[in-house]
């Protein structure tokens, strides 16, 4: 699905169900703060990636999509594409130099 289309089926979506009034970008920025908690917390207790069930994985992908379709209201909201500033931020990386820690 491109991105318009996205965006398209969100907006019908929080219009739909009068939730469009809610979506401010602090109270966005809350709701993704949550969400991104939440992936967080499918790792509690396990020591690595493989300690991750099948269902522990299905999860992971329903709050990154959660962590996703929260970004893109805030992208709408700056009406800029998600798209287009991974690329600025992947070009500003590159020109920089990070030190490891070693230990």
Known sequence: ?????????LHNFDQNR????????ISL???LGIESS???KIFLWKNND???SEENIYQLKMELADVLIYTYYMCNKLNVNPNDIVEQKININ???HW???KN
Do not use: F, T
């Open 1 to 9: 699905m491109a991105y318009k289309d996205i965006i398209n089926e």
């Open 18 to 25: 009068g939730w469009d009034k809610y979506h401010s970008l």
């Open 29 to 31: 920025s809350r709701a």
């Open 38 to 40: 939440e992936v967080e």
């Open 50 to 52: 493989k300690d991750l």
């Open 94 to 96: 590159k020109n920089r």
């Open 99 to 101: 030190k490891l820690d």
